[in-house]
């Protein structure tokens, strides 16, 4: 589910589900994982490149996986999902979000753990959960919340509207908006300036940028786990979920 690369010094990693519009489901978190460790130990790659297949980056988690989960399974779900997430996060090298299309949910989360977030004209982000009966679960309350201001973090967490590229980029979600047919070679552009770069200190520079940003961040992660289990097994979100796998309306939430 996932296709990697290397071009010189600058790895490029493809999220490869685009039947699902490369919706994350727990194997490919697994397998999120695996790479991104094989990756931190090639002390050839001075810069990562994030990217997904066809016209999504990730659409989000597998709702069809996710319908059904008990409260322990949501938890066991939501660590699942920091433990990949906080590896992308954590690698040395910088790491670039090329957001070629949909970063819906878990999407959005999954690019919050790049350094620098180019985005596509045709680029989309959201938090759409609460929608969905649940709070976001990979980071999105806490991440998003670290990049942008207070104001328009909780406005698309306690909304779930879709923002486009353009919005994106005025709130400082990301760096820069591109053409479509000009985003990989902009990232790639970008991933081999930084790689010409002394390697100790770009590390360094990165270490030192994220230390305030990183402080009681586990922490943080760990009682938003806690908070997406909850939602689980409530009848807003098993009637929604199953709504959404099913295409059907969904009913009016109820508060149960």
Known sequence: MLLYEKKGAVGILTV??????NAINSALLDELYDKVSEIAADESVRCLILTGSGKAFVAGADIGEMKDLS?????EFGMRGHRSFTAVENLEIPVIAAVNGYALGGGCELALCADIRIASERAKFAQPEVGLGITPGFGGTQRLIRTVNRAKAMEMILTAR???AQEALEMGLVSRVVPGEELMNTALALAESIAANAPVAVRNAKA???RSYARELNEDLEAEAKLFADCFETE????????FVN???KTE???K
């Open 236 to 243: 807003d979100q098993r009637m929604a979920m199953t709504a």
């Open 71 to 75: 409260k322990q399974e949501g938890y």
């Open 253 to 255: 939430f109820k508060g």
């Open 247 to 249: 295409k059907t309306p």
């Open 208 to 210: 030192a940028v994220r």
């Open 16 to 21: 490869n589900r685009p039947e699902a519009l």
């Open 162 to 164: 879709t923002v486009s």
